[in-house]
């Protein structure tokens, strides 16, 4: 709902504040005050498309800023968060929210959405969840045979919203089949030439059959044997120092003496004593180490040439595995992950005939569904058809026939196989035609406004403007113009430019734009009318003077019908 709008510098519009709030709201006001440019503005703060035209003569930029009452938790506030701006709370569960659009002179424009610049179509993301705008140029909702159908759905009510569902979940199963089976019988080849490639690298890598971590093991194997014959003298040497088997004396006799001499006499002092069994520690290593070294040297002696080729060759082997696959444990993960693709691949034959089986299943079942929508479509349309075509007899279009056709189009889509078409026939023995093609400017709002009228019962929206959707009537026309627009008004917030007093009546807010006497629209041209203002201002509607008593007389006669409807509401 749209508590507050501000306009400066758009068209004849210098500054205007418009109270709004809820219910009806009615804006009137000389020709050329500047009526329309509501309409404007608030098509800009919905994403619309600049026009640097609509900056008034000698400023630099106009600017529009709106503050809207939404749900805090609603998928309004919820695109505003993702665009980086926010709400502000008001406490049980609703918000304001602030929108603002510049337009300079030169066309350049910005766009603030929750106190944060946002681009211009992050307000046109907003905009069907915030208001539904029907001026006499730019019927979109009825124009658009996609809003036509949606405009259905919201009539069909619950019955329409479970068949459109289970058609959806009908149409994502057999969507999500038959795109699957799509790709395997497109890439047949490509998955034939995968798996023989597949097939040939696993045989190559069970061949070679490679451990973790075999490269680091060979690679140190390597380098011993290629330096044996080092490693010999070396450790030979080391042996001989520890334990020689000739009368030389080595390591392990001598401390084997000195723990003989020191247990003789350790008795005699306990440090002594410690520092024996240090001795006799010593000894026990040095004996280890050169039985150590002992298998060592026999290691070595049942090592040769022959197994260092053997080494090099098995390098070899996986260096060529690595050069194949990247790395050894690459190809050790393609040997573990490769037989379930191999089968996988090697099962496309009967996977594509396991899903043609299951596609032409989930077709059958999409078709049921598609027929069971178009059903709850069709009766949903003869009720709006004959709805509609009763409000219309009332708002001067007597004769009119209003008929909503759905034919199932053959493709299905997302939505169903329906083509919805909203057809007008203006008088008996007419052709139904297109809304949009059989109908005027005028004629066309007051078809809107009816359908609206019959749908808003089922579905409201939050707020609907209408621009001069009493053109072209008058007299009893209009004062049902305005019952309906009270009525849309019960479920939803409705704001109306009219030059109509019929219309005007049965605003519960009337607003009235004042040009200047220097043809600018001020701050204080802009305001909200009650009691003789209110009396004097729509007199001026109904006879041009706002001082006419009989023109009076006729203005209190109509406040006092609205009120009676308002009340009765």
């Known amino acids: 709902m749209i508590e507050e709008m501000r306009l400066r510098d758009l068209g004849v519009i210098a500054d205007a504040t418009l109270p709004i709030g809820r219910g009806f709201t009615a804006i009137t006001g000389e020709t050329g005050a500047g009526k329309t440019m509501v309409v404007t503005g608030l098509g800009l703060l919905l994403g619309q498309r600049a026009d640097s035209g609509a900056v008034r003569s000698g400023a630099a930029q106009a600017a529009v800023e709106g503050v809207w009452l939404i749900p805090e938790h609603g998928p309004v506030a919820a695109r505003v968060r993702e665009a980086g701006g926010d709400v502000e709370p008001l406490g049980d569960g609703a918000a304001e929210l602030y929108l603002g659009r510049t337009v300079s002179s030169e066309g350049r424009g910005r766009a603030t959405v929750g106190g944060r610049t946002a681009p211009a179509g992050v307000l046109a993301d907003l905009a069907d969840d915030l208001v539904v705008v029907h001026g006499q140029s730019d019927q979109l909702r009825l124009r658009s045979a996609f809003a036509q159908r949606e405009a259905l759905d919201r009539f069909g009510g619950e019955p329409v919203a479970a068949a459109r569902a289970a058609y959806r979940a009908a149409w994502d199963s057999w969507r999500a089949l038959d795109a699957e089976l799509s790709t395997l019988t497109t890439d047949r080849d490509a998955r034939a030439r995968e798996a023989e490639e597949l097939r040939a690298a696993i045989a190559e890598i069970e061949a070679a059959a490679p451990l973790p971590g075999e490269e680091e093991e060979l690679a140190r194997r390597a380098e011993r044997l290629a330096n044996a014959e080092e490693l010999r003298i070396a450790a030979a040497g080391a042996h001989a120092v520890l334990s020689s088997d000739d009368d030389t004396p080595d390591v392990v006799t001598l401390l084997a003496e000195a723990r003989r001499a020191l247990e003789r006499v350790s008795g005699s002092d306990a440090a002594l004593a410690a520092i024996g069994e240090q001795v006799a520690d010593l000894g026990y290593r040095a004996t280890d ?264 007389t006729h203005a209190r006669e109509l406040l006092e019908t609205g009120r009676a409807v308002s009340e009765a509401g």
Do not use: C, W
């Not at 190809?331 to 089968?343: D, P, V």
């Not at 996977?351 to 178009?374: C, K, N, V």
């Not at 019959?454 to 609907?464: E, L, M, Q």
């Open 289 to 552: 180490a050169a039985v150590a070294l002992s298998g060592y040297l026999a290691d070595l002696d049942e090592s040769g040439p022959h197994e260092l080729a053997a080494v090099d060759e098995r390098r070899g082997v996986l260096a060529a595995l690595a050069r194949t696959h990247g790395s050894v444990d690459a190809a050790i993960a393609l040997l573990e992950t490769g037989s379930a693709r191999l089968l996988e691949l090697d099962d496309d034959s009967d996977r594509i005939e396991r899903l043609g089986a299951e596609r032409d299943a989930a077709a059958a079942e999409l078709d049921a569904a598609a027929e069971t929508l178009t059903a709850a479509r069709r009766e949903a349309a003869e009720r709006l058809a004959a709805a509609v075509t009763e409000e219309l007899h009332a708002l001067a279009l007597p004769d009119a026939t209003l008929t909503v056709e759905v034919t199932p189009s053959g493709t299905p889509g997302a939505h169903g196989r329906d083509d919805v078409a909203i057809l007008l026939a203006p008088h008996p023995g007419a052709d139904p035609r297109p809304v949009s093609r059989g109908a005027s400017g005028g004629e066309l709002s007051r078809v809107m406004l009816a359908i609206e009228v019959v749908i808003a019962g089922v579905d409201p929206v939050p707020t609907f403007v209408f621009d001069e959707v009493d053109a072209g009537i008058g007299g009893a026309a209009a004062i049902e113009v305005g019952r309906r627009l009270a009525r849309l008004a019960e479920s939803s917030q409705v704001i109306a430019v009219t030059h109509l007093a019929q219309v005007a009546a049965f605003a519960g807010n009337h607003l009235t734009v004042v040009k200047g006497n220097d043809g600018a629209v001020t701050a204080s041209s802009v305001r909200r009318l009650e009691g003789a203002e209110r009396e004097a201002e729509m007199a001026r509607l109904l006879s041009g003077l706002s001082d006419s008593d009989a023109a009076l």
